[in-house]
């Protein structure tokens, strides 16, 4: 029989896809949108990074002028602008000038030698007073007094010895002449403490001996040569102050009449001359002056301003000076000024750069209108499509004219 026929399976096709096509015009479409919106989103970020505004404000100015005198005195601390006063500080410098002058006159002087006696406590460790006039003897009786009053320090009395202590003083010899012109000597004796236990432990050395001891003519100075030195050393004591004034801080102004240059004293240091023919002259003297802060004073004319008219205040101020009278019992100046500058109204940039951030070109270009005495001004914005200020104070700048 003839073999049954086998039935056919089915043969299952694979199913087509459908592609979607996108037609040229469509595809510059999306095209034109991605760059837009690259063009919006670049330009966005650019303007938060880099955007910037700057504002530039002129305001109307009026000349000032101020003539007049000024009070400065030590007994301030602060401005006193009722009294149109200001802080001051006395500055004073004292000098002492030793010079030799050449002496003309001639005379028969008698002079006592003059000299320096080392004094030492070797008795106990308490101190010792020697008044004035107190003899020391050298071995051969030569007598020299104390020129002043003198303690004599307590000695250091370590394990049972005594280690003498000393003071140096100055001493004339009790009679004039060559004769007391002696050299270095290792002891002299106190003939005041003869006969008590101090004797032996008080004693003077002369290191260096003594001298100016003269019975004779000698060149001595006369009243001319006296006068003349007097003159020639007060300049000279001048002189030294211009060259080397006071320590006074830099922001201190110290004007030319605001000065004062006195002679305390002056001393002829010996009577007759010495083997060069010279004598020598003391003096001493006083520089005294009174200085104040410009900066003080800038601040006095601007309270000035600010007291007469609160909505103003003063700029590009120049200050000049004219006569300044001092006065060294009361420590005060009496200061001549002559000042110039402008007003213009009192405007806080700060403030108003606070105010502006974050708003709109516009809205800040009212504001800046609406500023009274307002003379002219500009807003700059980048990039140029930016229409208001960035929220950024760093990225903002208010410049005032």
């Given at each position: 029989q003839p073999a049954e026929a086998e039935e056919e399976a089915p043969v299952h096709q694979p199913r087509r896809r459908t592609k979607f096509r996108v037609s040229a015009s469509a595809k510059r479409t999306i095209l034109v949108i991605v760059v837009l919106a690259v063009i919006v989103g670049g330009g966005i970020a650019a303007t938060a990074v880099f955007g910037k505004a700057s504002v530039t404000i002129d305001f109307k100015k009026s000349p000032w002028d101020y003539k007049d005198t000024v009070l400065a005195s030590t007994a301030l601390t602060s401005l006193d602008l009722a009294h149109g006063a200001i802080p001051a500080q006395t500055f004073s410098q004292s000098k002492n000038l030793i010079q030799s002058f050449p002496a003309s006159g001639k005379a028969v002087v008698s002079e006592k030698a003059k000299g320096t006696v080392t004094i030492y406590n070797a008795y106990s460790s308490a101190s010792q007073q020697l008044v004035a006039t107190t003899r020391f003897m050298t071995p051969d009786g030569k007598i020299f007094r104390?020129?002043?009053?003198?303690?004599?320090?307590?000695?250091?009395?370590?394990?049972?010895?005594?280690?003498?202590?000393?003071?140096?003083?100055?001493?004339?010899?009790?009679?004039?002449?060559?004769?007391?012109?002696?050299?270095?000597?290792?002891?002299?004796?106190?003939?005041?403490?003869?006969?008590?236990?101090?004797?032996?432990?008080?004693?003077?050395?002369?290191?260096?001996?003594?001298?100016?001891?003269?019975?004779?003519?000698?060149?001595?100075?006369?009243?001319?040569?006296?006068?003349?030195?007097?003159?020639?050393?007060?300049?000279?004591?001048?002189?030294?102050?211009?060259?080397?004034?006071?320590?006074?801080?830099?922001?201190?102004?110290?004007?030319?009449?605001?000065?004062?240059?006195?002679?305390?004293?002056?001393?002829?240091?010996?009577?007759?001359?010495?083997?060069?023919?010279?004598?020598?002259?003391?003096?001493?003297?006083?520089?005294?002056?009174?200085?104040?802060?410009?900066?003080?004073?800038r601040d006095l004319l601007s309270a000035k301003v600010s007291s007469s008219d609160p909505n103003h205040v003063l700029e590009n101020l120049s200050i000049g000076y004219g006569t300044a009278t001092p006065n060294f019992i009361t420590d005060t100046l009496q200061l001549k000024v002559s000042a110039q500058g402008v007003t213009a109204p009192a405007f806080d940039a700060d403030s108003f750069k606070a105010g502006i951030l974050g708003k709109s070109a516009d809205a800040v270009r009212a504001t800046i209108l609406a500023l009274p005495e307002l003379s002219d001004a500009k807003v700059s914005l980048w990039p140029r499509w930016l229409t208001t200020i960035p929220s950024n104070s760093q990225k903002v700048t208010v410049t005032v004219n």
């Amino acid at each position: 029989q003839p073999a049954e026929a086998e039935e056919e399976a089915p043969v299952h096709q694979p199913r087509r896809r459908t592609k979607f096509r996108v037609s040229a015009s469509a595809k510059r479409t999306i095209l034109v949108i991605v760059v837009l919106a690259v063009i919006v989103g670049g330009g966005i970020a650019a303007t938060a990074v880099f955007g910037k505004a700057s504002v530039t404000i002129d305001f109307k100015k009026s000349p000032w002028d101020y003539k007049d005198t000024v009070l400065a005195s030590t007994a301030l601390t602060s401005l006193d602008l009722a009294h149109g006063a200001i802080p001051a500080q006395t500055f004073s410098q004292s000098k002492n000038l030793i010079q030799s002058f050449p002496a003309s006159g001639k005379a028969v002087v008698s002079e006592k030698a003059k000299g320096t006696v080392t004094i030492y406590n070797a008795y106990s460790s308490a101190s010792q007073q020697l008044v004035a006039t107190t003899r020391f003897m050298t071995p051969d009786g030569k007598i020299f007094r104390l020129n002043s009053e003198v303690i004599v320090p307590g000695a250091q009395i370590i394990s049972g010895k005594i280690t003498p202590a000393s003071i140096k003083a100055a001493v004339t010899a009790d009679k004039a002449g060559e004769a007391y012109n002696v050299g270095a000597i290792a002891r002299l004796s106190v003939p005041g403490f003869s006969g008590t236990p101090k004797y032996q432990g008080f004693y003077g050395v002369f290191e260096s001996g003594t001298s100016g001891g003269f019975i004779g003519q000698k060149a001595v100075p006369t009243d001319k040569d006296i006068a003349a030195a007097k003159t020639k050393l007060s300049a000279l004591l001048q002189a030294s102050f211009q060259k080397n004034f006071l320590n006074v801080p830099n922001e201190f102004i110290i004007l030319d009449s605001a000065s004062s240059f006195a002679v305390t004293k002056m001393s002829l240091l010996t009577t007759s001359a010495d083997q060069s023919g010279n004598f020598s002259m003391s003096g001493d003297a006083q520089y005294k002056a009174i200085g104040f802060r410009e900066s003080d004073l800038r601040d006095l004319l601007s309270a000035k301003v600010s007291s007469s008219d609160p909505n103003h205040v003063l700029e590009n101020l120049s200050i000049g000076y004219g006569t300044a009278t001092p006065n060294f019992i009361t420590d005060t100046l009496q200061l001549k000024v002559s000042a110039q500058g402008v007003t213009a109204p009192a405007f806080d940039a700060d403030s108003f750069k606070a105010g502006i951030l974050g708003k709109s070109a516009d809205a800040v270009r009212a504001t800046i209108l609406a500023l009274p005495e307002l003379s002219d001004a500009k807003v700059s914005l980048w990039p140029r499509w930016l229409t208001t200020i960035p929220s950024n104070s760093q990225k903002v700048t208010v410049t005032v004219n």
